[in-house]
């Protein structure tokens, strides 16, 4: 079965990290890059990195660089975001989700299937 | 980065009927456009790729149309289980980007 499970949701205080987990099945890992995505209160979601397992290296959004780190376990099949310097305009959930896109192709691609969330809450 | 903007923001609509959300990309994305169907408390699902192609699995009630820069997600007969928010996104280049939403609610 096809499907990506997160870790449970965080409480943090501003300027910590916290750092998400995303186990993948079914083939995914094989298959596909997993990207990372999150999505404030009212609003749409928001792109802010991925990784291809298979090859190891991540690429990130401007916006998060040097504060997104992804990584991926091939041993365990399991993806992590972490985000550091947490503000509380980081509150949100955080999705991973497989993510179809080639780099360097120009073809259809979308993210799917996608995680279950991640609540992160940054507060004092 | 591409900015995507839907309209409207929220529609209320009835059980059997036809609804039509709007995305405009801020340039030119060819059909490189997505569309997601959200229900409360659940992660986004992919209805639509390629601006007009289905998803394995999504109801033929849904199509979706455009190129360039305009594009549209249509639902020929509303359904109970259609209430939800639905977003557009391109894929057309990087970073890639949503749209804030289009929440479709009971009449």
């Known amino acids: 079965q096809v499907q990506l499970v997160q870790s449970g949701a965080e409480v943090k205080k501003p300027g910590s990290s916290v750092k998400v987990s995303c186990k993948a099945s079914?083939?995914?890992?094989?298959?596909?890059?997993i990207s990372w995505l999150r999505q404030a209160p009212g609003q749409g979601p928001e792109w802010m990195g991925r990784?291809?397992?298979?090859?190891?290296?991540?690429n990130y959004a401007q916006k998060f660089q040097g504060r997104v780190t992804i990584t991926a376990d091939k041993s365990t099949s399991t993806a992590y975001m972490e985000l550091s310097s947490l503000r509380s305009e980081d509150t949100a959930v955080y999705y991973c989700?497989?993510?179809?896109?080639?780099?360097?192709?120009?073809?259809?691609?979308?993210?799917?299937?996608w995680g279950q969330g991640t609540l992160v809450t940054v507060s004092s | 980065d591409i900015q995507m903007t839907q309209s409207p923001s929220s529609l209320s609509a009835s059980v059997g009927d036809r609804v039509t959300i709007t995305c405009r990309a801020s340039q030119s994305i060819s059909s490189y456009l997505n569309w997601y169907q959200q229900k409360p408390g659940k992660a986004p699902k992919v209805l639509i790729f390629g601006a007009s192609s289905l998803q394995s699995g999504v109801p033929s009630r849904f199509s979706g149309r455009g190129s360039g820069t305009d594009f549209t997600l249509t639902i020929s007969s509303l359904q109970p289980e259609d209430f939800a928010t639905y977003y557009c996104q391109q894929s057309y280049s990087s970073p890639r980007t949503f749209g804030q939403g289009t929440k479709v609610e009971v009449k």
């Open positions: 989700a497989a993510d179809s896109e080639v780099p360097g192709l120009r073809a259809p691609n979308w993210f799917g299937p």
């Open positions: 990784i291809t397992p298979i090859l190891g290296a991540p």
């Open positions: 079914g083939g995914i890992f094989r298959n596909y890059a």
